[in-house]
Each structure stands twice: as structure tokens, then as C-alpha cells.
């Protein structure tokens, strides 16, 4: 088989209606499915439609709370924690980006923690919300498996637990970072597995210590931390770090506690994340700001060339390129993802997505 192309609202709608058969209000279907297809057509493929299966599976099971009472359980001038009472994790965290946003217009820096949250797609989603506010977003997450160990060790106690950031720019488009602290994000280890292709070395080694490079025996090894075999203390410390920010500050399971929930379908999770929300107006003239980062953003890309390089980039470029292609071209979807989504609206008794 080929692969197939969608466009962007089929996709949403193939999602949503899915999402809507197995108990999601409408809304709240609307809103999931609108985050998953962006995640697709930004090329965050390991985040968007190939999760379907997993979240109908673990609806299905109990996993996920289909109404949840999303609400605030600690809430100060420019902090809060919000509780997602185990609902979809895109639902939480849009909350939490809307409140640090309102937060931010009067103190300046607003930080929301969610606890019993779920995987909500790509980082970089949810710290591009401030972007429309003239402000900076950060992000952070602890990842909903375990696959890193520390450094030097083996007990997998930590995982990928990413982190984004989201500047705004002036002529030039925002630089948006979005980085696991692992060599590679589990999701495209799974994406790699899906389309049948192996895994470059130094993504993932076994318990010996040896390259894995075949996706499908993945849950054989481990993800190396940023810096690889040479230096994946950073990575290692970065990870933790990340995770005791984004899961134990705001009571959300972190470590031994965290639940995989690739092999486990009906617990809760209690996934954590954290968003802030900078506004640049509390820190001098907007229009300046933005300014200073184009000169920056132009200075990197006209800046001397190792040679063999064709092109220096900067943050978010590669993925801008992928969303103008993607919606000019349709949204690709690879054959053993077709199958599987095929399979999930058979089961559902809705129209296949192509």
C-alpha cells in the first residue's frame, strides 16, 4: 500500500466524530480532535491521529474520564494547579495555557501546574498559545512511560518529559522549540515501528548496552539521554529537572509512580504538566522585542556556513515548512496507520477516513 494524504478538516472530523461515539461531548470532541489533527499537520506525526487507536482503546477500558469536572485546586495571583479529573489531557492543558494567558496580562509571569492529566500531543501546542498575546510560552511535561534510566543505571525511572518554548517575532515567524530530553521522543520510535523502518543508532540500546535499532523490540531497551553515550548526564539531569517541575510540584506522579500507559489501558495516569505564560509588555515595548528577535533570527540564518551546509535554521522553521506543505498537499498517513484507523471505524460504525 501507498501512503494515503487527507486533507485537515476530514482528518478533524474523522477524529472527532471517533471521539464522539465513544462518549465525548461534542465541544470537548471538537477541541481534542482540532489539537490532534495540528499535531499532524505540523509533522508532529508520533502525536496526532496515529494515537486514536490508544485513546478509543483506553476509553473503551475506563482509562479516561470522558466528563471530566476539570477545576482549580490551588489557585494564587499568578500560580495555580488545576485538577483534570483523569479527562484527555489536550482538554486540561488548553485550560491551563487560557488561565496562565489571563494570569499573565496582570502580573507579568503566570505558571499553571494540571495534575491527573493525560498525554496531550505535541509540547510545542500548548506553549504557542501566549504567541497570539504578545507573550512567551513555556512548557513542560512528564512523559506517560517510563523509558530512561539515570545515568548509569537501569531501573527505567524516568522518562521523556519534554519541554517547549514558544518566542514571538516580529516579520519573522515565532521561534518555536519543542525537545524531549532523550535522544529521540518515544513517539517517534513508535511512528518509526508503524511505517516499518529502523531506528537510526543512538536512539535507543539495549540492557548490554548494544544499538537497538529495530522499533518493534523496543520495550527491550532504553532511550538514550541528550548527549548520548558521551555525555547523557545533561540529558539525564535535564529530565529530571523537567519532571519534578512539571509532576511532583504540582502533585502529579512522577518516577516509580508514573503509569505506562502504552501497556495499560484502564489506570489513571495522574500525568503531569506545567505551563507559564511570559507577557513581553511587562518587561519593555512589545514592538522592540519583536524587532530585536528578527534581527537575531536573520543574523543565525545569514550567518557563515560550515561547508556541506546548505541552510542554518532556526527553531520551528522545519515544522512552518511541514504545516504550508501539508496544507497545500494533504496530511500523509502511513498504510499500517490506515489499518488501524480503518479498523477503529469499523468498530465504531463510522465512514473510514479514506
Same mark, same amino acid.
Given at each position: 500500500?501507498?501512503?494515503?494524504?487527507?486533507?485537515?478538516?476530514?482528518?478533524? &472530523?474523522?477524529?472527532?466524530?471517533?471521539?464522539?461515539?465513544?462518549?465525548?461531548?461534542?465541544?470537548?470532541?471538537?477541541?481534542?480532535?482540532?489539537?490532534?489533527?495540528?499535531?499532524?499537520?505540523?509533522?508532529?506525526?508520533?502525536?496526532?491521529?496515529?494515537?486514536?487507536?490508544?485513546?478509543?482503546?483506553?476509553?473503551?477500558?475506563?482509562?479516561?474520564?470522558?466528563?471530566?469536572?476539570?477545576?482549580?485546586?490551588?489557585?494564587?495571583?499568578?500560580?495555580?494547579?488545576?485538577?483534570?479529573?483523569?479527562?484527555?489531557?489536550?482538554?486540561?492543558?488548553?485550560?491551563?495555557?487560557?488561565?496562565?494567558?489571563?494570569?499573565?496580562?496582570?502580573?507579568?509571569?503566570?505558571?499553571?501546574?494540571?495534575?491527573?492529566?493525560?498525554?496531550?500531543?505535541?509540547?510545542?501546542?500548548?506553549?504557542?498559545?501566549?504567541?497570539?498575546?504578545?507573550?512567551?510560552?513555556?512548557?513542560? &511535561?512528564?512523559?506517560?512511560?517510563?523509558?530512561?534510566?539515570?545515568?548509569?543505571?537501569?531501573?527505567?525511572?524516568?522518562?521523556?518529559?519534554?519541554?517547549?518554548?514558544?518566542?514571538?517575532?516580529?516579520?519573522?515567524?515565532?521561534?518555536?522549540?519543542?525537545?524531549?530530553?532523550?535522544?529521540?521522543?518515544?513517539?517517534?520510535?513508535?511512528?518509526?515501528?508503524?511505517?516499518?523502518?529502523?531506528?537510526?543508532?543512538?536512539?535507543?540500546?539495549?540492557?548490554?548496552?548494544?544499538?537497538?535499532?529495530?522499533?518493534?523490540?523496543?520495550?527491550?531497551?532504553?532511550?538514550?539521554?541528550?548527549?548520548?553515550?558521551?555525555?547523557?548526564?545533561?540529558?539525564?539531569?535535564?529530565?529530571?529537572?523537567?519532571?519534578?517541575?512539571?509532576?511532583?510540584?504540582?502533585?502529579?506522579?512522577?518516577?516509580?509512580?508514573?503509569?505506562?500507559?502504552?501497556?495499560?489501558?484502564?489506570?489513571?495516569?495522574?500525568?503531569?504538566? &506545567?505551563?507559564?505564560?511570559?507577557?513581553?509588555?511587562?518587561?519593555?515595548?512589545?514592538?522592540?522585542?519583536?524587532?530585536?528577535?528578527?534581527?537575531?533570527?536573520?543574523?543565525?540564518?545569514?550567518?557563515?556556513?560550515?561547508?556541506?551546509?546548505?541552510?542554518?535554521?532556526?527553531?520551528?522553521?522545519?515544522?512552518?515548512?511541514?504545516?504550508?506543505?501539508?496544507?497545500?498537499?494533504?496530511?500523509?498517513? &502511513?498504510?499500517?496507520?490506515?489499518?488501524?484507523?480503518?479498523?477503529?471505524?469499523?468498530?465504531?460504525?463510522?465512514?473510514?477516513?479514506?
Amino acid at each position: 500500500m501507498l501512503e494515503t494524504t487527507v486533507t485537515l478538516s476530514r482528518l478533524k &472530523a474523522f477524529i472527532q466524530e471517533a471521539l464522539t461515539k465513544v462518549g465525548l461531548p461534542e465541544q470537548d470532541a471538537s477541541t481534542v480532535a482540532g489539537l490532534m489533527a495540528e499535531a499532524d499537520l505540523q509533522g508532529s506525526d508520533g502525536h496526532g491521529v496515529t494515537r486514536l487507536p490508544q485513546y478509543v482503546r483506553r476509553i473503551k477500558a475506563g482509562g479516561f474520564n470522558v466528563r471530566p469536572n476539570i477545576r482549580v485546586v490551588h489557585d494564587h495571583l499568578s500560580t495555580a494547579v488545576l485538577n483534570g479529573d483523569n479527562g484527555m489531557g489536550h482538554l486540561v492543558m488548553k485550560r491551563a495555557a487560557e488561565m496562565a494567558i489571563e494570569k499573565a496580562r496582570t502580573t507579568g509571569i503566570a505558571w499553571v501546574n494540571s495534575q491527573f492529566s493525560n498525554h496531550a500531543g505535541p509540547a510545542s501546542l500548548y506553549a504557542s498559545m501566549p504567541l497570539a498575546h504578545d507573550m512567551i510560552g513555556l512548557y513542560f &511535561a512528564v512523559g506517560n512511560a517510563n523509558h530512561l534510566p539515570p545515568w548509569g543505571g537501569l531501573d527505567m525511572l524516568l522518562s521523556t518529559n519534554p519541554i517547549a518554548a514558544a518566542i514571538p517575532a516580529g516579520d519573522e515567524k515565532p521561534i518555536v522549540l519543542d525537545m524531549a530530553t532523550t535522544v529521540a521522543a518515544y513517539g517517534k520510535v513508535k511512528t518509526k515501528a508503524l511505517r516499518g523502518e529502523t531506528m537510526p543508532e543512538g536512539w535507543m540500546i539495549d540492557r548490554a548496552g548494544k544499538p537497538l535499532t529495530d522499533p518493534k523490540r523496543a520495550d527491550e531497551g532504553m532511550l538514550l539521554p541528550l548527549g548520548g553515550m558521551e555525555a547523557g548526564y545533561k540529558g539525564y539531569g535535564l529530565a529530571m529537572v523537567i519532571g519534578l517541575l512539571a509532576g511532583t510540584l504540582g502533585g502529579a506522579a512522577m518516577g516509580r509512580d508514573v503509569i505506562d500507559f502504552n501497556h495499560d489501558d484502564d489506570s489513571v495516569t495522574n500525568t503531569g504538566q &506545567a505551563i507559564a505564560a511570559i507577557n513581553v509588555a511587562a518587561f519593555g515595548d512589545v514592538a522592540v522585542f519583536k524587532k530585536s528577535v528578527d534581527t537575531l533570527v536573520r543574523d543565525i540564518r545569514n550567518s557563515e556556513r560550515m561547508p556541506g551546509v546548505e541552510r542554518i535554521r532556526v527553531p520551528g522553521e522545519r515544522s512552518f515548512e511541514t504545516r504550508v506543505k501539508r496544507t497545500q498537499n494533504g496530511i500523509p498517513v &502511513a498504510p499500517a496507520l490506515m489499518r488501524g484507523l480503518d479498523q477503529v471505524a469499523d468498530d465504531l460504525g463510522i465512514a473510514r477516513l479514506a
